[in-house]
Nanobody
Framework: VQLQASGGGVVQAGGSLRLSCRTA????????MGWYRQIPGKERELVAT???????TYADSAKGRFTISGDADLNTVHLQMLNLKPEDTGMYYC????????WGQGTLVTVSS
């Protein structure tokens, strides 16, 4: 599944960004979509996921500041990020789980102090 991500950028601490990700073509059996963050030298880590049944998961660092949402078919997902902190900096990757996982190309988020 090909994913198209957008919305990264440079923002000052306390600012906000909205990341978006959509499938290149309609997928009927999407089960979970989510966002993961990776910084150089570290493993990719979960930020937030949204399941087909509407349930969500968040990293502890994202709780209360980030909100994940998506369409009913789970072909589009958004990540609204508020009160950004320098430690939120990283490459954000969109993920979709159908039978297996697929990843988007990544969008860079830089939060300056």
């Amino acid at each position: 599944v090909q994913l198209q991500a957008s919305g990264g950028g440079v923002v000052q601490a306390g600012g906000s960004l909205r990341l978006s990700c959509r499938t290149a073509r309609r997928v009927f059996s999407s089960r979970v979509m989510g966002w993961y963050r990776q910084i150089p030298g570290k493993e990719r880590e979960l930020v937030a996921t949204l399941s087909k049944d509407g349930s969500t998961t968040y990293a502890d660092s994202a709780k209360g500041r980030f909100t994940i949402s998506g369409d009913a078919d789970l072909n589009t997902v958004h990540l609204q990020m508020l009160n950004l902190k320098p430690e939120d900096t990283g490459m954000y990757y969109c993920n979709i789980r159908v039978i297996s996982d697929s990843w988007g190309q990544g969008t860079l988020v830089t939060v300056s102090s």
